[in-house]
T-cell receptor
Framework: GNSVTQMEGPVTLSEEAFLTINCTYT??????LFWYVQYPGEGLQLLLK?????DKGSNKGFEATYRKETTSFHLEKGSVQVSDSAVYFC??????????????FGTGTLLAVQP | DGGITQSPKYLFRKEGQNVTLSCEQN?????MYWYRQDPGQGLRLIYY???????QKGDIAEGYSVSREKKESFPLTVTSAQKNPTAFYLC????????????FGPGTRLLVL
């Protein structure tokens, strides 16, 4: 079946460090891929997305490239800030012809950035 | 401002009680979704609706019910049959054309007394 696997957290970094959060997926066909961010006590916000192989999504200094050959969509940021502390979710939308457009989420990775 | 609102922010349920969580959107989206979030388990789909007066069960629908009488509203009822209702509940809506992006509300935390 379709699934998303994220690296387990928490990930603890110092301010200005480089961030990588790994995400791999299993899906038939060509899913769309997403990263969402959840700040404490809040809902999820879309961070970035990619809809086809080799697409790069980017927003607020975060980037992720859709790699079909490795079925991956790793999240990166060159220099993290304390304000980036949050839970990050990788998700895919199954290419089922648009019948449901459901999202499948990973378990989330907690990022804690220390000053 | 367009967006999704959920109320209340916190909700307390007594044993044997049904409670209803509100979700309203003014984004003119056709599709709406309810998720349950438990620590370390990510989000699990409860129910979804792609159009008014129609909805389908998600992966964990037992003990929950929904209605979709208006495009902008998709309330979720947690019934007494749901034996472990303590969780964070998230509502989302989605544009079905163009980018097909899902947008989330701020969530409701349900606690059992």
């Amino acid at each position: 079946g379709n699934s998303v696997t994220q690296m387990e957290g928490p990930v603890t970094l110092s301010e200005e460090a480089f961030l990588t959060i790994n995400c791999t997926y299993t899906a038939t066909g060509y899913p769309s891929l997403f990263w969402y961010v959840q700040y404490p006590g809040e809902g999820l916000q879309l961070l970035l997305k990619a809809t086809k192989a080799d697409d790069k999504g980017s927003n607020k200094g975060f980037e992720a490239t859709y790699r079909k050959e490795t079925t991956s969509f790793h999240l990166e940021k060159g220099s993290v800030q304390v304000s980036d502390s949050a839970v990050y979710f990788c998700a895919l939308r199954t290419p089922d012809g648009g019948a449901t457009n459901k999202l499948i989420f990973g378990t989330g990775t907690l990022l804690a950035v220390q000053p | 401002d367009g967006g999704i609102t959920q109320s209340p922010k916190y909700l307390f349920r007594k044993e044997g009680q049904n409670v209803t969580l509100s979700c309203e959107q003014n984004l003119n989206h056709d599709a709406m979704y309810w998720y349950r979030q438990d620590p370390g388990q990510g989000l699990r789909l409860i129910y979804y609706s792609q159009i008014v007066n129609d909805f389908q069960k998600g992966d964990i629908a037992e003990g929950y019910s929904v209605s979709r009488e208006k495009k902008e509203s998709f309330p979720l009822t947690v019934t007494s049959a749901q034996k472990n209702p303590t969780a964070f509940y998230l509502c989302a809506s989605q544009d079905q054309a163009g980018t097909v992006t899902q947008y989330f509300g701020p969530g409701t935390r349900l606690l059992v007394l």
